[in-house]
């Protein structure tokens, strides 16, 4: 069975300064990984996904995130941290057999000092 | 396009109540995957609709079910509803079904509180 393990519950980071949120993975399959985030009172925004081929992964608002094997990670960074990264993000896996469904982690809330 | 839509927004239940929660997925979308969102369990994955047939179910006793009308609108329905239901739920668009590479179009959720 697959499973995301998200370290760290909640990260602070200053505006302008990197941001990294880690993400590790275990499925009996290759995966497909996705980065959600959610904002106050919404659903979640599809940031960015990794299926096949590159495992460099650019995504929007700046994101990015690389797919290690070898680590069984897709860590989520930025350069630079905005105000209005301020979130909560999830990580997903997706491609357990016979179920497309997604496995969440348990979140990770950004929060962006001035 | 207009992105996936659920209705009502807020819902306020009573235990022993059921309560039945509306998507309109993306025009075009064909595939309706339904999740709970709980601050103690985190988002889990209720079921998926397809060609208004459930293909996948997760682990959420028989309380839960659902439906898929030909429009591909979905609902969702709780009956006997507990305290424990109290939850975010999520409703997801994609294309197609079956196809894991595919991104999941979220929508703004329904919260409901069970007192």
């Known amino acids: 069975a697959q499973s995301v393990t998200q370290l760290g519950s909640h990260v602070s980071v200053s505006e302008g300064a990197l941001v990294l949120l880690r993400c590790n993975y275990s499925?009996?399959?290759?995966?497909?990984l996705f980065w959600y985030v959610q904002y106050p009172n919404q659903g979640l925004q599809l940031l960015l996904k990794y299926t096949t081929g590159a495992t460099l992964v650019k995504g929007i608002n700046g994101f990015e995130a690389e797919f290690k094997k070898s680590e069984t990670s897709f860590h989520l960074t930025k350069p630079s941290a905005h105000m209005s990264d301020a979130a909560e993000y999830f990580c997903a896996v997706s491609k357990d057999t016979g179920r497309r469904a997604l496995t969440f982690g348990s979140g990770t809330r950004l929060q962006v000092q001035p | 396009k207009a992105g996936v839509t659920q209705t009502p927004r807020y819902l306020i239940k009573t235990r022993g109540q059921q309560v039945t929660l509306s998507c309109s997925p993306i025009?075009?979308?064909?595939?309706v995957s339904w999740y709970q969102q709980t601050p103690g369990q985190g988002l889990q994955f209720l079921f998926e609709?397809?060609?208004?047939?459930?293909?996948n179910k997760g682990n959420f006793p028989g309380r839960f079910s659902g439906r898929q009308f030909s429009n591909s609108r979905s609902e969702m329905n709780v009956s006997t509803l507990e305290l424990g239901d109290s939850a975010l739920y999520l409703c997801?668009?994609?294309?197609?079904?079956?196809?894991?590479?595919?991104?999941?179009?979220f929508g703004p959720g329904t919260r409901l509180l069970v007192l």
């Open positions: 609709y397809f060609s208004e047939t459930q293909r």
């Open positions: 997801a668009s994609s294309p197609r079904m079956g196809e894991y590479q595919e991104t999941q179009y």
């Open positions: 025009s075009g979308h064909r595939s």
């Open positions: 499925s009996s399959v290759p995966p497909y």
